[in-house]
C-alpha cells in the first residue's frame, strides 16, 4: 500500500530554506509573479503587489519584489490571483469516474485539493477499496485527502460488501493522508449514546482529527446530544433556520451544492464575513453532466458571488476554511510558506479561470490541462467482480399485502430526503403490483454480493414510469441494486444485466436494453473520461424519459432511495427503513 508522498503532503527541510533564501534576497525565485491582484481570505483585502514562488511554496509577496530575480516573470498586469480551492467534502465515486478523471475536469476550474470520504468503494471493497482510491490519487495534480469512512456498514438495516470496525478505522486514521473521521451518519445511535457510534468520534479526537457529522433535520434537544458526542461540523442542513442553529452550537457548516442536492439558495443568508471561518463549501456527490457544466467547488463560489455574497468570503470558504477546518498547513491562501496553488483569473465577479498553477507549477491555461493525467498504475483487482446475484426469481418480487393502507416511498425532486405516504395498493390475484396508471412502481433492492440472497420490495410514487425498469448498483450506502419499474420481468432483466457489466445503470423495456453505463470498478466507477460518461448518461436518462420518467437525475436519485440513515422512509435488501426510528418496518400499516 501506498504511503505518504515525501515531498509532496509536506514542505521538506530544503524547500523551506530555499523560501526563506529567496524571501531574503539571497536567491533567485523559481518564478516571479508581477502586477497580481492577490485575493488576501484573512484580511478579506485585495492587494496589488508582486509573488515570488521557490518551488513548491510562496517565498514572499510585496512592492520590494517588484524586480526580483527570477528564473521566470509572470506578469498578470492586473488580473486577480486566488488561492486555489478546496472541496470540503465529496465522494469521488459518485463522478462516476477514477480519480485521475476526476481531477481532470476540476483542476483546470481551479480545483487543486478535495477531502474526499470513500465510503462508497469502502462499502463495497473495505479496507482494500480505500487504498485503491488512495493509491490512485497519489500522483495527481490535484490533492486528495480522505477522511476515514465511519459507517461501513452504514446501519445494522443493510447488507454491505464489507464491514469496518473501531479496529480497522484507528489503523486507517494513522495514514498521513488520512484528516478525520467522516460524516458518522447513525445519528439516532449517536443520540442514544451508543458506545460503537460515539467511539468512532473519540478516535478522531485522539489521533487530532476531524470527527464529522451528518445531522439532516436535527434540532433541539436531538441536536444537542448528537453534538454532545464531539462531532463538530455537519452537510446536510438544507433550511435556514436549520443552519442557523447548527451555527449558533459551534457546527462548522459545510454548504453543500451537489447533483441532486442544492442547499446554496436556501442557506445563502448565513454566508457573509461574520461567521468567519465557520462556513465551508462541499459538493458532496456531484455527476459527470454537472462537473463538466457547473464545475466542482467552484460552482458554490460563482454561485455565491451572483447571489450578492462578498467574493472575496466566498473564495475563502473554499480555500482558507476547508484548509483550516481540516488543520491542512500551508494551504488554502497566498501568503510565505504557503504552498504555490494559485489561480489566476480574469474576472473576479464571474470567476473566470485564466490559469492554474499547482505547487509552483502552471497545470492549466484557458480552462484545459496544459499535459494530460494519466491514470495511475494500481491493482484493481479488490475492486473489481463485486456483483455476484444469487438467484433472482419473480417469486423474491412478490409483494403482499394484509389488506388496507400500505407504506410508500414518495421522493422530494432535487433532494435525497423522501416522505412516507400511506395507500391502498393495486392488486391482483392477491398480490400487490405497480400500477404506473396511479403512478404507482415497484421498486426492489437486491443484495449483490453473493452472501445472503435478500431481497427488499416496496412502492414507490412520482416516478412516471409507464414501462420498463430502470437500475442501478450505486445505491447508497451499502450499493446493493436498486431498481424501480413495471414489470416484474423487466426489474429481473435490468438487474441480471448489471451483473454482467459488472455493475452500473440500466434502462430496460420489455426484456431489451435500451441503454447502459458500465461501472466495473466496485459496481461505481469507470475508468472512461467524463465526456464519454456523459454521452452514456444522455442516453440514460433519453431512454428512461421515453419510458415516462419525470425525476431529475434520475439514477443518482435512485441510488439514494436505500440510504437508511436520511429520513423518511427508505428501502434496503432487508425490507423497509423507517429512518426517525430506525427499524425495519412493515409494508402494510
Same mark, same amino acid.
Given at each position: ?511 431489451? /436494453?435500451?441503454? !447502459? &453505463?458500465? *461501472?466495473?470498478?466496485? =459496481? +461505481? #466507477? ?6 464519454? %460518461? ?30 437508511? /440513515?436520511?429520513? !423518511? &422512509?427508505? *428501502?434496503?435488501?432487508? =425490507? +423497509? #427503513? ?6 425495519? %418496518?412493515?409494508?402494510?400499516?
Amino acid at each position: 500500500m501506498s504511503q505518504e508522498r515525501p515531498n509532496k503532503a509536506q514542505a521538506s527541510l530544503e524547500e523551506v530554506k530555499f523560501a526563506i533564501d529567496v524571501a531574503a534576497g539571497r536567491k533567485p525565485a523559481s518564478i516571479l509573479i508581477r502586477n497580481a491582484t492577490v485575493l488576501n481570505v484573512f484580511s478579506l483585502e485585495l492587494q496589488k503587489t508582486h509573488v515570488v514562488l521557490a518551488g513548491r511554496l510562496i517565498a514572499g509577496m510585496g512592492e520590494s519584489y517588484e524586480h526580483a530575480k527570477a528564473e521566470n516573470t509572470v506578469d498578470l498586469a492586473g488580473k486577480y490571483l486566488a488561492p486555489g480551492l478546496i472541496d470540503g467534502h465529496v465522494h469521488i465515486e459518485s463522478s462516476l469516474v477514477t480519480p485521475a478523471a476526476y481531477a481532470g475536469g476540476v483542476v483546470p476550474r481551479g480545483v487543486t485539493g478535495v477531502v474526499c470520504d470513500p465510503h462508497e468503494i469502502g462499502n463495497v471493497a473495505g479496507l482494500p477499496g480505500i487504498h485503491w482510491l488512495l493509491d490512485s490519487s497519489e500522483a495527481l495534480p490535484l490533492d486528495v485527502w480522505v477522511t476515514v469512512p465511519s459507517c461501513v456498514p452504514s446501519t445494522s438495516m443493510e447488507t454491505s460488501g464489507e464491514i469496518l470496525g473501531l479496529a480497522e478505522i484507528e489503523a486507517m486514521l494513522e495514514h498521513p493522508r488520512v484528516v478525520g473521521v467522516a460524516e458518522i451518519m447513525s445519528f439516532p445511535d449517536v443520540m442514544a449514546a451508543d458506545d460503537e457510534n460515539v467511539s468512532k468520534a473519540l478516535l478522531a479526537e485522539k489521533y487530532r482529527k476531524s470527527p464529522e457529522g451528518h445531522a439532516p433535520g436535527l434540532s433541539g434537544a436531538d441536536l444537542q446530544a448528537y453534538l454532545a458526542s464531539g462531532i463538530v461540523s455537519d452537510h446536510e442542513s438544507t433550511k435556514l433556520e436549520e443552519g442557523r442553529e447548527k451555527l449558533a452550537n459551534g457546527v462548522y457548516l459545510m454548504v453543500r451544492e451537489g447533483s441532486v442536492t442544492r442547499n446554496l439558495n436556501a442557506l445563502l443568508p448565513l454566508i457573509e464575513a461574520k461567521h468567519g471561518d465557520r462556513i465551508g463549501f462541499v459538493t458532496d456527490d456531484r455527476l459527470p453532466h454537472d462537473l463538466l457544466d457547473e464545475g466542482g467547488v467552484d460552482c458554490l463560489v460563482r454561485m455565491a458571488i451572483s447571489k450578492g455574497v462578498d467574493p472575496l468570503y466566498a473564495v475563502r470558504c473554499a480555500s482558507y476554511n476547508t484548509a483550516k477546518h481540516y488543520a491542512l498547513t500551508r494551504r488554502g491562501a497566498i501568503a510565505p510558506g504557503y504552498f504555490a496553488d494559485l489561480v489566476v483569473l480574469e474576472d473576479l465577479a464571474s470567476y473566470q479561470v485564466a490559469s492554474v498553477f499547482k505547487e509552483g507549477k502552471e497545470v492549466a491555461r484557458g480552462g484545459k490541462l496544459l499535459e494530460p493525467i494519466l491514470p495511475a498504475k494500481t491493482d484493481a483487482s479488490p475492486v473489481t467482480q463485486t456483483v455476484k446475484l444469487s438467484a433472482l426469481t419473480k417469486d423474491k418480487l412478490k409483494l403482499g399485502a394484509k389488506g388496507g393502507k400500505v407504506r410508500c416511498i414518495k421522493p422530494i425532486h432535487y433532494q435525497v430526503l423522501t416522505e412516507e405516504t400511506l395507500l391502498t395498493p393495486t392488486m391482483q390475484q392477491g398480490e400487490v403490483v405497480a400500477d404506473p396508471e396511479r403512478d404507482l412502481l415497484k421498486l426492489i433492492c437486491v443484495e449483490r454480493y453473493g452472501k445472503n440472497g435478500g431481497v427488499g420490495v416496496g412502492l414507490i410514487s412520482e416516478v412516471g414510469l409507464k414501462a420498463g425498469a430502470l437500475a442501478s448498483s450505486v445505491g447508497h450506502d451499502h450499493h446493493n441494486i436498486l431498481a424501480v419499474g413495471v414489470s416484474d420481468d423487466d426489474l429481473i432483466t435490468a438487474c441480471k444485466r448489471l451483473e454482467t457489466l459488472g455493475g452500473g445503470f440500466v434502462a430496460v423495456k420489455d426484456g431489451e /436494453v435500451l441503454a !447502459e &453505463l458500465a *461501472l466495473p470498478i466496485a =459496481g +461505481l #466507477v469507470t475508468d472512461e473520461p467524463l465526456e464519454e %460518461v456523459r454521452e452514456k448518461l444522455d442516453a440514460l436518462e433519453a431512454a428512461a424519459k421515453s419510458l415516462g420518467n419525470k425525476l431529475p437525475a434520475p439514477f443518482m436519485t435512485l441510488s439514494f432511495l436505500g440510504l437508511a /440513515v436520511i429520513p !423518511e &422512509l427508505r *428501502l434496503t435488501d432487508k =425490507g +423497509l #427503513v423507517d429512518v426517525l426510528k430506525s427499524q425495519l %418496518v412493515s409494508f402494510s400499516v
